[in-house]
């Protein structure tokens, strides 16, 4: 029967007075893992007071040692590897900030090759603390990362817009069949939410309007508001913040995966475009959804309405003939006109985040945290630009 190896030999530190008066620490056994992960402590500490007897002075200094320097004798180590040479250089670095040197003796050439890569003027004798940029240049640097990032996003919403007048010329370019599964689960998955957002968006607002327009006697002018409140501002803006908080996130989170599992690579190496396979059947499901939601969140949202009208009172007939006095079919088609530009830049920032999505599993969620915070700033920015535009058009 084989003999069995032998354990390895405990890792001990033990200090002892040094020929020439400087301190001596003599290490022994194996600097393993396991053996320099229990004597870390002990050593970093005994190397502290072997620093702080060299600074209080000693005997005149012999054989080339000075009073700050430690001596280590390693001719007892039996084994040493990469945690050993950790440990080593620990010592060295924690007698440096001490202004001690720290010198080895006894190591085995093999062992020594794991220290030669370092070199010991890379220890500063006091604790490095790395300068901090001034607030000026960190505000800079965001600017310049938030500009890139922006620009980032406007240039791929351009691809996607190229890709789908492509798709318009040569239609078998496009999976239709995961763009129709996609309107399925954004568009019809999304009813329920939208109607129930848009009939509370049409209550509230008809109830908050009631009691303002009270005092005036003019409840009935509470169509005329809200009607042009959803069906040119609300309507759109609400729609697409469900979208951009329910798909844009599912796209990030989709392609993210894929992203991270490295399929998306695989389709890369087999010449197919990522862009156009994955994010172009959902950027089309995106702009064709958002209008229809948009609608459909506009009609209950007007039944919101009417049911605080009438519960004031005001024939249903008013309210209806105050809705249409109110609403011209400009209002009607600017609010869908928004709701398509959000509708293509929720989808396209959820896929790009997705495209985007670093490695890890951390990096999915921050990937879809950063799908919803980019689409809603991007909606809000473009309901400014329509609002600048609709202004200077009179509509």
């Given at each position: 029967?084989?003999?069995?190896?032998?354990?390895?030999?405990?890792?001990?530190?033990?200090?002892?007075?040094?020929?020439?008066?400087?301190?001596?620490?003599?290490?022994?056994?194996?600097?393993?893992a396991?053996?320099?992960?229990?004597?870390?402590?002990?050593?970093?500490?005994?190397?502290?007071?072997?620093?702080?007897?060299?600074?209080?002075?000693?005997?005149?200094?012999?054989?080339?040692?000075?009073?700050?320097?430690?001596?280590?004798?390693?001719?007892?180590v039996?084994?040493?590897?990469?945690?050993?040479?950790?440990?080593?250089?620990?010592?060295?670095?924690?007698?440096?900030?001490?202004?001690?040197?720290?010198?080895?003796?006894?190591?085995?050439?093999?062992?020594?090759?794991?220290?030669?890569?370092?070199?010991?003027?890379?220890?500063?004798?006091?604790?490095?603390?790395?300068?901090?940029?001034?607030?000026?240049?960190?505000?800079?640097?965001?600017?310049?990362?938030l500009?890139?990032?922006?620009?980032?996003?406007?240039?791929?919403?351009?691809?996607?817009?190229?890709?789908?007048?492509g798709a318009?010329?040569?239609?078998?370019?496009?999976?239709?069949?995961?763009?129709?599964?996609?309107?399925?689960?954004?568009?019809v998955?999304?009813?329920?939410?939208?109607?129930?957002?848009?009939?509370?968006?049409?209550?509230?607002?008809?109830?908050?309007?009631?009691?303002?327009?009270?005092q005036?006697?003019?409840?009935?002018?509470?169509?005329?508001?809200?009607?042009?409140?959803?069906?040119?501002?609300?309507?759109?803006?609400?729609?697409?913040?469900?979208?951009?908080?329910?798909?844009?996130?599912?796209?990030?989170?989709?392609i993210?995966?894929?992203?991270?599992?490295?399929?998306?690579?695989?389709?890369?190496?087999?010449?197919?475009?990522?862009?156009?396979?994955?994010?172009?059947?959902?950027?089309?499901?995106?702009?064709?959804?958002?209008?229809?939601?948009?609608?459909?969140?506009?009609?209950v949202?007007?039944?919101?309405?009417?049911a605080?009208?009438?519960?004031?009172?005001?024939?249903?007939?008013?309210?209806?003939s105050?809705?249409?006095?109110?609403?011209?079919?400009?209002?009607?088609?600017?609010?869908?006109?928004?709701?398509?530009?959000?509708?293509l830049?929720?989808?396209?920032?959820?896929?790009?985040?997705?495209?985007?999505?670093?490695?890890?599993?951390?990096?999915?969620?921050?990937?879809?945290?950063?799908?919803?915070?980019?689409?809603?700033?991007?909606?809000?920015?473009?309901?400014g630009?329509?609002?600048?535009?609709?202004?200077?058009?009179?509509?």
């Amino acid at each position: 029967m084989p003999a069995l190896p032998s354990p390895p030999t405990p890792a001990t530190l033990e200090a002892r007075p040094g020929e020439s008066g400087s301190p001596c620490l003599v290490l022994s056994g194996s600097l393993d893992a396991q053996g320099a992960a229990a004597l870390w402590r002990a050593a970093v500490e005994a190397v502290e007071r072997a620093a702080g007897a060299g600074d209080g002075g000693s005997a005149v200094a012999g054989a080339g040692a000075a009073a700050n320097t430690i001596m280590v004798e390693a001719s007892a180590v039996a084994s040493c590897d990469t945690a050993g040479a950790a440990l080593l250089l620990e010592m060295r670095r924690t007698a440096a900030r001490r202004g001690a040197e720290l010198r080895l003796s006894g190591l085995r050439p093999e062992f020594d090759r794991l220290l030669a890569p370092f070199d010991p003027g890379e220890f500063p004798s006091g604790r490095f603390r790395p300068p901090s940029p001034p607030v000026v240049e960190e505000v800079g640097r965001m600017v310049v990362a938030l500009a890139a990032d922006l620009r980032a996003q406007v240039a791929f919403v351009g691809e996607m817009v190229v890709e789908a007048a492509g798709a318009v010329v040569a239609p078998r370019r496009v999976r239709w069949k995961d763009a129709l599964l996609t309107m399925e689960r954004a568009g019809v998955n999304a009813l329920p939410i939208v109607a129930l957002l848009g009939f509370l968006v049409g209550l509230i607002l008809a109830f908050q309007a009631a009691v303002a327009l009270r005092q005036f006697a003019a409840e009935t002018f509470v169509a005329n508001l809200v009607a042009i409140g959803l069906l040119r501002e609300l309507g759109p803006l609400m729609t697409a913040v469900v979208l951009a908080g329910r798909s844009g996130s599912a796209f990030a989170a989709e392609i993210g995966t894929m992203q991270v599992n490295e399929e998306v690579a695989a389709l890369s190496t087999m010449g197919l475009s990522p862009a156009r396979f994955l994010a172009l059947p959902r950027v089309i499901a995106g702009v064709v959804v958002t209008p229809m939601l948009t609608l459909f969140m506009n009609v209950v949202g007007l039944l919101g309405a009417a049911a605080v009208v009438v519960s004031l009172n005001i024939p249903p007939t008013t309210f209806l003939s105050h809705v249409r006095s109110a609403v011209t079919t400009g209002d009607l088609l600017g609010g869908l006109a928004m709701s398509v530009v959000f509708g293509l830049l929720v989808s396209a920032v959820g896929c790009y985040r997705g495209l985007q999505t670093g490695a890890g599993a951390a990096a999915v969620g921050l990937s879809t945290t950063a799908a919803v915070v980019s689409g809603i700033v991007l909606i809000v920015a473009a309901d400014g630009v329509f609002a600048v535009i609709f202004y200077a058009l009179g509509i």
